[in-house]
């Protein structure tokens, strides 16, 4: 009876382990920064080794009847700052979505990532907001 108990007792921690390990996500997109836990997408925000941001995230299940998506850079007031759009590109796909920020230094205060999924009638159906980097 003692052997099973320690049977039982060694499979459930290795069964925790193994759990962990194939839900366990990347922390950030590039380094430093953050993402989202979005089902959908996710919005990740990283800083470069110069303190310059980078937005970027990923769509990992594409949302019925997506047909684009745009990734936007923010303030921590929100104002947009600058982006990339495909919310007219007819189609989404799983996978990063990137774009090059390198021109808002962290000196400059706080941004957030913004990415959102389009359907045919340019309505938003999903977004993901990345955590704030100052």
Known sequence: ???SRRTLAALGV??????TTLTATPANAVSGGG???GYYVRACISV???GSVRG???MNVIPTGCVGVTISLHNASGTYLRGMDWSHAGHCEKGWL???LYSYST??????TKIQAYDK???????ATSPMQY
């Open 98 to 100: 990137g774009m090059e």
């Open 121 to 127: 009638n340019h309505k938003y159906i999903s977004y």
């Open 35 to 37: 993402c989202s836990d």
């Open 56 to 58: 970027d995230g990923y």
């Open 1 to 3: 009876m003692k052997n």
């Open 107 to 112: 000196n400059q205060g706080g941004f957030y």
């Open 48 to 50: 470069d080794s110069g």
């Open 14 to 19: 290795a069964g925790v382990t193994l759990a």
